[in-house]
């Protein structure tokens, strides 16, 4: 049988979810896994910015689907996946790609913003494993890539980022205990750990810092070349296309300039 050009693709056949994917590194991996042939769901809040992401994969052959979904609420994100297996069949990849990070120093209480990014960074990536990790489990196949830092593996000598990595280390935590568990039924879990990326929001939450500590310590543009979201979408398909029997658990991608 003649097998079309999309049939050879790494991913061709496999149904991918990325959070996160209006706006920088979700958009950059959503677009190179639909390029390496998944159909690919694209959630977050913004959906006018997915759709033109939609569009932009469309119009170079591949299959994306655009869904408006707060990874903070829960029933959001069922039926995400329920949106998502009805349209483009059962999730093979999960990438938990949404998050948040606030550079303010504690002592100032911005607590609200505390509760934020554990919204986003913890209990947006639980919901959306809730949603799929039965599913793969019965499935025997599955692959759960979760967006950790650079600051869920070590702490960096910046202040203001206390929460935010606190957030990543659960997430490396949570990710290694996981990995045990579902080793046996064909599942596995990456933590892509980035350092810094040129983004959106990397650039705002630079720009938006108020406490005088941070700003001396943490300047934009930094003093170095910093990585660019393709780069780290190149780390995620990299993982994701491994053979079934090959586990990339982490892959720590940081500008030469700033090593851990
Ligand atoms: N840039 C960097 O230097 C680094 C980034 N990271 C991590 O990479 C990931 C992406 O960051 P980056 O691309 O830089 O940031 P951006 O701010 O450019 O993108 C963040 C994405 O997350 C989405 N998002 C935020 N909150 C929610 C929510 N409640 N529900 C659904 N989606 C949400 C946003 O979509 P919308 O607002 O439309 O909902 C957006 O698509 C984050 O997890 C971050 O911690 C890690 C290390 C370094
Ligand atoms: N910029 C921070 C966001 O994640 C980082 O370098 O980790």
Redesign the pocket.
């Known amino acids: 049988m003649q097998t079309s050009a999309r049939d050879d693709k790494p991913l061709s056949g496999k149904v991918a979810v990325v ?10 991996i959503s677009r190179q896994l639909a390029a390496a042939g998944a159909k690919v769901a694209m ?5 006018n ?2 759709k033109e992401i939609q569009d932009e994969i469309s119009k170079e052959g591949g299959v994306a689907l655009a869904v408006k ?5 829960r029933a959001e994100v069922k039926e995400l996946i329920q949106h998502t297996e009805s349209t483009l069949g059962p999730v093979d990849i999960l990438v ?6 606030v550079i303010r120093c504690m002592k100032n209480l911005h607590e609200e913003e505390w509760n934020q990014q554990v ?3 913890i209990k ?1 990536v639980l919901n959306c494993i809730g949603a799929v990790i039965s599913g793969m489990c019965e499935r025997k196949r599955g692959h759960i890539v979760n ?6 593996k070590t702490v960096i000598p910046l202040v203001g980022i206390a929460v ?1 990595t606190g ?2 280390f659960f997430v490396e935590g949570m990710s290694r205990t996981l990995r045990q568990e579902v080793c046996k039924d064909g599942v596995r879990v990456t933590c ?11 650039a ?2 630079l720009m938006t810092m108020e406490d005088e500590q941070c700003k001396q310590l943490y300047t934009y543009p930094r003093p170095y070349q ?2 660019e ?1 393709e780069v ?1 979408a190149q780390a995620v398909l990299y993982a994701v296309t491994q053979p079934e029997h090959v586990a990339v658990n982490e892959i720590l991608v940081q500008p030469r300039e700033a090593p851990l």
């Open positions: 959070t996160g994917a209006s706006s920088g590194i979700g958009a950059a959630a977050a809040r913004r959906e910015l997915l979904c707060d990874v903070m609420n938990n790609n949404a998050g948040i990070w919204d986003v960074n947006g967006m950790s830092s650079q600051n869920g935010y957030s990543k892509i750990q980035p350092g810094e990326v040129e983004t959106p929001g990397f705002r939450y910093i990585l979201p780290i």
